[in-house]
């Protein structure tokens, strides 16, 4: 069975940037059936898409986020990572990795992993 | 982009009750519409794909249905487990995605 672990600080001062990894364990990065992203969800809202890599290439971000992401995969380590520049408070959330089928569903999702932006 | 309304917002029902939960899209988004549940202090899980088909493990109380603009989740009988927030999302727009704002289901 698939499972998706986040891990990072989950602390990040304002203008840092905020990186975390997502390890897979149960199945192969590198097939050519899926996707992995990266969703957050705000304190007390609702989900929010931030963007998505495949294996061999080939990134993909929410242009709400104004080109401050990057996701990449690294196959020899079985993980994938997320980097969001210059936080602000507004990127205070719960940040989820998960699989995406290329058919555009998101299953399985990770446990979630909480990041606070402050001083 | 396309939007995703759901209604209502929240909605509280009875073990036993059959409810439906409502997502309009902006647009014509043909079955590319994916439905979540999310318990509080755990990561959404996904229910029906594509419109109406069940992912693996959920039970069968669960249905999707809909095409084009308008689709919904149904429960035929509400079981305690069930009382959580439910989700839609869209993948019409892929490498894109969005997110119906979330209907929070409540013990009456």
């Known amino acids: 069975q698939l499972q998706l672990q986040e891990s990072g600080p989950g602390l990040v001062k304002p203008s840092e940037t905020l990186s975390l990894t997502c390890t897979v364990s149960?199945?192969?990065?590198?097939?050519?059936?899926?996707?992995w992203g990266w969703i957050r969800q705000p304190p007390g809202k609702g989900l929010e898409w931030i963007g998505s890599?495949?294996?061999?290439?080939?990134?993909y971000d929410n242009p709400s986020l104004k080109s401050r992401v990057t996701v990449s995969v690294d196959t020899s380590k079985n993980q994938f990572s997320l980097n969001l520049s210059s936080v602000t408070a507004a990127d205070t959330a719960v940040y989820y990795c998960?699989?995406?089928?290329?058919?555009?569903?998101?299953?399985?999702w990770g446990q979630g992993a909480p990041v606070t932006v402050s001083s | 982009d396309i939007q995703l309304t759901q209604s209502p917002s929240s909605l509280s029902a009875s073990v036993g009750d059959r409810v439906t939960i409502t997502c309009r899209a902006s647009?014509?988004?043909?079955?590319?519409l994916n439905w979540y549940q999310q318990k509080p202090g755990n990561a959404p899980k996904l229910l029906i794909y594509?419109?109406?088909s069940l992912q693996s493990g959920v039970p069968s109380r669960f249905s999707g249905r809909g095409s084009g603009t308008d689709f919904t989740l149904t429960i035929s009988s509400l079981q305690p487990e069930d009382f959580a927030t439910y989700y839609c999302?869209?993948?019409?727009?892929?490498?894109?995605?969005?997110f119906g704002q979330g209907t929070k289901l409540e013990i009456k």
């Open positions: 594509a419109a109406y």
């Open positions: 890599a495949y294996y061999s290439g080939g990134t």
């Open positions: 647009q014509s988004i043909s079955v590319y």
């Open positions: 149960g199945g192969s990065i590198s097939s050519s059936s899926y996707y």
């Open positions: 998960v699989r995406l089928a290329t058919r555009g569903w998101f299953d399985p």
């Open positions: 999302q869209q993948s019409y727009s892929a490498p894109m995605y969005t």
